[in-house]
Every structure is written in structure tokens, then in C-alpha cells.
């Protein structure tokens, strides 16, 4: 590249992977309840933290990943419609029932602006709680960062 030139911006392509994000195969069956958040409202110094039920619906014993993404509803800059942002793993017996607690401080909500530094953006906020990226029953919440 030589100086002075102006790069192109990358084209995004519609090209879908063969498996989402997280996306894994089990013995058994999970499912996700009951999602609820500690508060819906928080300061830009705040955590986001999510509780959800997981239950082995199955016929044997078997490990589920839960994952919190989060997405900005509206942002000054472009940005991915969702993050990983925590996730956690456990083993449940056939019918047990297990609430798992994930917590996000508000400052992994930042994204960079080169007027300011790392900037969390009060907004709207999506908190999404699935098994993997793509899971059609995924549970979803709002949450308001002032």
C-alpha cells in the first residue's frame, strides 16, 4: 500500500457456516427457562446479570454450555448485531433442574471511538441466552444502559 491511498472496505458476503457458534452434539436433551435479570437498567459502571433455569430433559446424563450474548439495538458506529460475551458449562442427571448466574460488567459492552477511547454507549442492549449462536429458542431480554 502506498501512502495516501484509500483502502476499500471490506464486503460482507451472506456465506453461512455449516454449524453456528457453539454448536454442539449431546446424548440428551436440554432446556432453557425462566430468564430473568438482576436489573433491566443499568449504569454505564453497572454489570449485566442474567439467571436462567436449565433443565436435562432427556433419558441420560449430559453437559450443556450456556451463552450470553449481547447486542447494541443502535450504535454510533457499525457493530455486530451480537457478542459472546460469557458463558458457563454444567453437567446435569436426567430431569435435574439447575439455575446458572452469568455476569457481564458493563465495561466489556465498550466498543472503541477514536475520540474517546473505549466508550460504553448508554443505550438500548439485547441480552440473548442460548446453547449456541443461532438457537431459535433462545431466551431474550432488554436492558437499558444510562
Given at each position: 500500500m502506498t501512502s495516501g491511498t484509500a483502502t476499500a472496505k471490506p464486503e460482507r458476503d451472506d456465506a453461512t457456516p455449516a454449524f453456528p457458534f457453539g454448536f454442539g452434539l449431546s446424548y440428551?436433551?436440554?432446556?432453557?427457562?425462566?430468564?430473568?435479570l438482576a436489573q433491566d437498567t443499568i449504569g454505564t459502571d453497572g454489570a449485566v446479570v442474567a439467571t436462567v433455569d436449565v433443565t436435562n430433559t432427556g433419558d441420560r446424563a449430559g453437559a450443556e454450555v450456556v451463552q450470553l450474548y449481547v447486542g447494541a439495538r443502535s450504535s454510533a458506529v457499525e457493530r455486530v448485531p451480537k457478542e459472546l460475551k460469557a458463558f458457563s458449562k454444567l453437567e446435569l442427571a436426567p430431569g435435574e433442574t439447575r439455575s446458572v448466574h452469568l455476569a457481564v460488567p458493563a465495561s466489556q459492552l465498550a466498543h472503541y471511538d477514536g475520540a474517546n477511547g473505549w466508550t460504553v454507549e448508554p443505550g438500548e442492549y439485547e441480552v440473548i441466552v442460548g446453547r449456541h449462536s443461532l438457537d431459535d429458542q433462545a431466551l431474550h431480554a432488554q436492558l437499558v444502559i444510562q
Open positions: 440428551t436433551t436440554f432446556e432453557l427457562a425462566n430468564m430473568r
